[in-house]
């Protein structure tokens, strides 16, 4: 039944990307591709699908990871506050109209801001020599809460113009997606996935309990730095990439672990590769669903994922880690 099921997984992954880049809003043949085409498809589908798929592989590992290291199962990468920092450090730059770097200012303030709260959390977090899953969670929530209120003043008292670029942003905007933009972005995911599956053994013995991985030989605190570390690259590499992505963090893992268990040495990179084919599908269905007036892929995920996480709740077997 298992190869089955990733028989089924492998062929989703198959047909999304393909899909994503030569379909909706108009098809593309790829065997028959005339100056025009080539130009929407190597200038704008190709750079916005591997954006799409480098922001959704980051948040799928971190979410997986994520919900792990705090053994909650309603973890997700932006209950630490990541996401509300880089929403905030974006947002006022967008609202200010500064540009100081070009099309490179946005995705470098977002995240800077994103680091920067991860370093607030990981000081909350910290007692008696590490960080504890329960502090981490709680300092996480407490600077969203904050963050996010600071982003609504900030929203309500700015002028009308430049409001709809900076809303449009805080719900996941791929249109900005260029090729330029992809090395940086790239290098943090890359460096987070690596530390997150060379340290995937240590995460099943703390998915465990701090007791048992100890008496395994691993280092809690230290695991748990590194882990907290990988996550919070990839969620701000993710952020600034392209905005606030949700639910594929949360619910990602959760479909994984139905088809290729609870070992984080698979499920970590079956998350990456979930998370990057769903983003890819919430792309294409947002770009084509009311064309030519575009969807943020933020929303289309929440629409997709809100019934089928509700539904996953219901399966108690299911929703576990």
């Not at 480098?54 to 590992?61: P, S």
């Not at 007692?127 to 929203?155: T, Y």
């Not at 007036?293 to 019934?307: D, F, Q, R, Y």
Request: proline content about 5%; overall charge positive; some cysteine.
């Amino acid at each position: 039944m298992s190869k089955i099921r990733i028989s089924l997984l492998l062929l989703v992954l198959i047909l999304v990307l393909p899909g994503s880049l030569f379909l909706a809003p108009k098809v593309i043949n790829p065997f028959a591709l005339d100056t025009t085409e080539k130009s929407i498809l190597f200038s704008i589908r190709f750079p916005r699908v591997v954006v799409a798929f480098l922001m959704g592989m980051a948040l799928g590992a971190s979410g997986a990871v994520l919900q792990g290291i705090l053994r909650n199962p309603l973890a997700d990468p932006y209950i630490l506050g990541i996401s509300s920092g880089a929403s905030l450090s974006a947002a006022a730059w967008i609202l200010s109209g500064s540009y100081f770097l070009g099309k490179f200012t946005i995705p470098l303030v977002a995240f800077g801001g994103a680091i920067f709260v991860s370093m607030l959390v990981g000081f909350f977090g910290w007692k008696r020599g590490g960080l504890w899953p329960e502090r981490l969670l709680l300092a996480g929530v407490g600077l969203s809460f904050l963050f996010h209120a600071v982003l609504m003043l900030l929203i309500s008292i700015s002028p009308g113009e430049r409001l709809g670029r900076t809303i449009f942003w805080i719900f996941g905007d791929l249109s900005i997606a260029d090729w330029s933009l992809i090395p940086y972005g790239l290098m943090f995911i890359v460096l987070g996935l690596f530390i997150s599956f060379f340290r995937a053994k240590a995460l099943n013995a703390l998915v465990l309990g701090d007791e048992l991985a100890h008496s395994l030989g691993f280092s809690v605190h230290r695991e748990r730095l590194l882990l907290f570390l990988s996550i919070s690259l990839m969620t701000a590499a993710s952020v600034s990439l392209g905005g606030i992505i949700g639910f594929i963090g949360l619910l990602i893992p959760h479909i994984m672990r139905f088809f290729v268990g609870a070992d984080s040495r698979v499920l970590v990179p079956a998350s990456a590769l979930g998370g990057g084919a769903l983003l890819c599908m919430a792309d294409l269905i947002g770009r084509s669903m009311m064309s030519p007036v575009e969807i943020p892929s933020g929303i289309v995920t929440a629409i997709i994922g809100s019934p089928y996480f509700l539904y996953l709740l219901r399966r108690k077997d299911v929703l576990s880690i």
